[in-house]
């Protein structure tokens, strides 16, 4: 793409300049790689979809609902040939965290040179396991879809589970750049928006928008369920709010008490400034410091309508943003980073290569974000960056 005057919206979206997976492995078919699996087959040309699980009926429903084209137990000697057959592009670790470091080790054994990725809730471990394991660990890029159902397993699993959530992916310094575009179209395929995080900050902002929210989520259940003995019918007066607050508590406890030793230290850190928090609307309670609640009441309400509600894009508001990468080793790994600290949602991103040694970063964000701040951040990191707005064909 050089000296486009005006884009195709279809091309924008779709990425048709960005090869597509044309055969995937999904390792664990679950609610979130169930729901992959099942979002990929929707597409209108769906890729072949492997898929791998320890559970015999796991392996049976999925079949049966067509959510993958073929489909193994981990000891099935065709897994092996999957891996070897040189037919797979891309490798989705749906598994939890302490199941990766023996699958990493099947994967550098065989003869898969790939993609891999993962959709796990913590990357501190994964990500050492990969960089110490993996032949080619650049090729590794950890991604985490934040979206779920408090309905576990395949049986929660279904197509449209990513439409309009956030998947982060986390590249780094040495991440192929060409391997980034392609996953990004994957996942913005999937009908979700990509942002990218450091892996270094990945687990302390997560356990604050998720860990920490369903441990208190599940707090909140046990402290009406202590006092449902002593007042029946106390469940049936919950309304909507306890409902709202509490769904969460639902999700696995065995998968949610993994996740939470995986990420111990952020979370215990996060538990505790909560507790002081919640120290400190008790004292102004037990002392009936109205001004003081009020104002902690008045703070929270109004940092809870700042959060977006389901946002859209507008077609007619699409910016492309323009970035020369010949002296910038990392650069994907630092723009994107740029653009999810401020806001801004990559919908397309490609890489024009003017010369063997210089390219130009091309991304076209939508209607959100601060796209001021963006280009402060690139300019005092050492970006040349030009912006302009993208006028899509009649």
């Known amino acids: 793409m050089t000296d486009r005057e005006e884009v195709n919206e279809t091309e924008i979206v779709d990425g ?15 609610l979130i790689g169930g729901s992959i699996a099942a979002a990929l087959k929707a597409l209108p040309e769906p890729p072949k979809v492997y898929g791998v699980d320890v559970d015999k009926q796991t392996v049976t429903v999925a079949l049966e609902k067509s959510f993958v084209d073929e489909v193994a137990v981990p000891n099935d000697q065709r897994v092996d040939a999957w891996l070897d057959s040189g037919e797979i592009e891309l490798i989705i670790l749906a598994i939890p965290v302490s199941g990766a470091e023996e699958w990493l080790e099947r994967i550098r054994r065989s003869g898969f040179d790939g993609i891999i990725t993962d959709v796990a809730s ?41 439409q309009g959530a956030h998947w982060i992916l986390c590249p780094d310094n040495d991440t192929d750049p060409d391997a980034y575009l392609r996953l990004h179209e994957f996942v913005t395929s999937l009908g979700a928006r990509t942002i990218s995080v450091p892996r270094s900050e990945h687990d302390s902002v997560v356990a604050v928008v998720s860990h920490v929210p369903h441990m208190v989520a599940s707090a ?39 996740i939470a030793l995986d990420n111990k230290q952020a979370l215990a850190a996060g538990l505790e400034e909560l507790q002081g928090i919640l120290n400190g609307l008790e004292q102004s309670i037990r002392a009936e410091d109205r001004r003081g609640l009020t104002k902690m009441l ?68 939508t209607d959100e974000g601060d796209f001021g701040g963006l280009t402060s951040l690139l300019l005092d990191n050492g970006f040349d960056v030009s912006i302009r707005p993208l006028v899509p064909k009649e």
């Not at 048709?16 to 679950?30: E, M, N, Q, Y």
């Not at 994964?126 to 879809?145: R, T, V």
């Not at 909140?220 to 769904?247: C, M, P």
């Open 16 to 30: 048709s300049a960005i090869k597509p997976f044309a055969s995937i492995l999904v390792i664990g078919i679950g």
């Open 122 to 162: 913590t990357k501190g471990v994964l990500c050492a396991q990969a960089d110490g394991i993996l032949k080619d660990p650049q090729l590794f890029i950890p991604g985490h879809p934040m979206a779920g159902s408090e309905v576990n397993g395949l049986e929660g699993a279904r197509a449209n589970l990513f």
């Open 220 to 258: 909140l259940v046990q402290l009406a369920g202590d006092h449902a003995d002593k007042s029946q019918g106390l469940f049936r007066l919950a309304a909507g709010g306890f409902k709202d607050t509490t769904r969460i508590a639902a999700g696995s406890a065995e998968l949610w008490c993994g």
């Open 298 to 365: 008045e703070n929270a309400a109004e940092l809870r309508r700042a959060i977006p509600a389901n946002w859209v894009p507008s077609s007619e508001r699409l910016v492309e943003v323009r970035i020369p990468m010949s002296n910038h080793s990392g650069a994907i790994a630092q723009v994107t980073g740029f653009a999810g600290k401020v806001g801004c949602n990559i919908q397309s991103i490609d890489i024009d290569h003017i010369t063997e040694d210089t390219a130009i970063l091309e991304l076209i964000l």
